[in-house]
């Protein structure tokens, strides 16, 4: 097999099963290996001096070992994070107590939706759902809290992830005096400047409009 | 009755100028839309249709009792504009529902779903424009977005439809078989539609509605599973483009 075959698609045969194991990805029939989902092939050759030098004191059949695995890589679940300096595209995700910029896309009296833009230091490709609840928002007076006083679509939220949540949503909170609210702009449109920690105030206008106010480093 | 007259039998084209064994123009994208975990838009001549793959995901209480398995659910709808006059259908329509259970059935033959107990696979059609062969190219659809989700399965699933000229059986001798049915066709010919898996001649799907004579059946499913053949190498080469844009890096 000289000529390599740089993607698989289901089905597609991928060698006997006597020369490869099978990896992710792949499937044994008729003693054939086939691929079963689209991906690049890769084969991996077992590291030849690990076996039998270290392990002297062992006895462990060595025949399975010699044969290079076949695995089919999945390009976004797997794939490229592992040569990390070559791609940078490596998929990000929120994790719990990851902080993150997100902009208000909606406003309930329970909650607040969020779409999250930024992980870290790291923009995404896409924009993930969030969730900040009413409780989340900030760590005292929790029983107060009324959302429409704290956050408005269109405002750049700083927050921490606190649960993966559900299918959807990602649970969010701005529960600390780092986190709430950094960019704001007025009913007239004009972007504000915050004056307290639950106020921002439009530069034109001068009206005040109550926010959970990041405090600025 | 168009194709009873003599315009078949004389010049043997058919009412859209295809001779018996041609498939209208198959066209297809893979990840159409980047927010569902597969998805795909698949053309067979005029009709259109958008699948979404979501899953597999926690099952819920779809099957209970079974669990080692995942479960394969399809829910299609059909767009009140897609057919010729505008329909409202019923929520429960029972000729959508055997469509439904003839997919799920066949992706369950063909995918492993033994990797994922207790879980939930969803295939949700949307059918935007009708012009015969529906199912078939639901099924396509199908195997492009489960291709696109990285949902692993033995191999693909391709389907098209077959047919046999003049329905009724005095001129037994002159039946042609035709492939690849349009609306108009489908409407007075009878006829079948036929799936296969991968390369092989194992047929996973086979629907007939219609009263046909049983002579002329061998070979409207010859001419069908010849077609999926033809199905199936128009996939193979959308999924190879998707696959060459993988390795391009790009993830959309």
Known sequence: MAQTISVAVPGQLLGAASEYLPGPGTHIHDSKLFASILGPIKTTSPPKPAGPQKRLTKITPAAPAVLPTVSIERDISVGSGLD?????????????????????????????????????????????????????????????????????????????????????????????????????????????????????????????????????? | MPLDTSTYSLALLRLDGRRWNELRRLTAQMRTQASADGSAYLEMGNTKVICTVSGPSEGGAVRPGGGEEAVVGVDISIAGFSGVERKRRARNDKRVAEMQNTIATAFEGVIFTKLYPRSLITLSLHVLAQDGSLL?????????????????????????????????????????????????????????????????DFVSVLVLETRVQVGRLEGMLAVGVDGCKQVRAILDGVVRTRGGKILEGSTV
């Open chain 1, 84 to 217: 990390g300096s070559g791609k940078s595209k490596a998929e990000i995700l929120p994790e719990v107590n990851s902080t993150v910029l997100c902009r208000v896309t909606r406003i309930q009296p329970r909650q607040a939706s969020v779409a999250i833009l930024v992980v870290g230091e790291t923009v995404l490709d896409g924009e993930w759902q969030g969730l900040i609840r009413v409780q989340d928002v900030r760590a005292t007076e929790k029983d107060k809290v009324k959302i429409f006083e704290s956050f408005r679509p269109g405002d750049i939220v700083r927050a921490v992830v606190i649960s993966l949540g559900d299918q959807s949503n990602y649970y969010l909170s701005t529960a600390s005096n780092n986190l709430g609210v950094i960019m704001a702009t007025s009913e007239a449109g004009n972007s504000m400047y915050p004056v307290s920690w639950k106020e921002y105030r439009d530069p034109e206008t001068g009206a005040s409009e109550s926010r959970k106010v990041a405090k600025p480093f």
């Open chain 2, 136 to 200: 078939a190219a639901c099924i396509n659809a199908c195997t492009l977005a489960l291709i696109d989700a990285g949902v692993p399965m033995k191999d693909y699933i391709a389907a098209c439809t077959a047919g046999s000229t003049s329905s009724y059986s005095s001129n037994e001798e002159a039946a042609d078989p035709l492939l690849d049915l349009n609306a108009a066709e489908e409407q007075e010919l009878p006829f079948l539609t036929v799936a296969t898996v991968g390369e092989s």
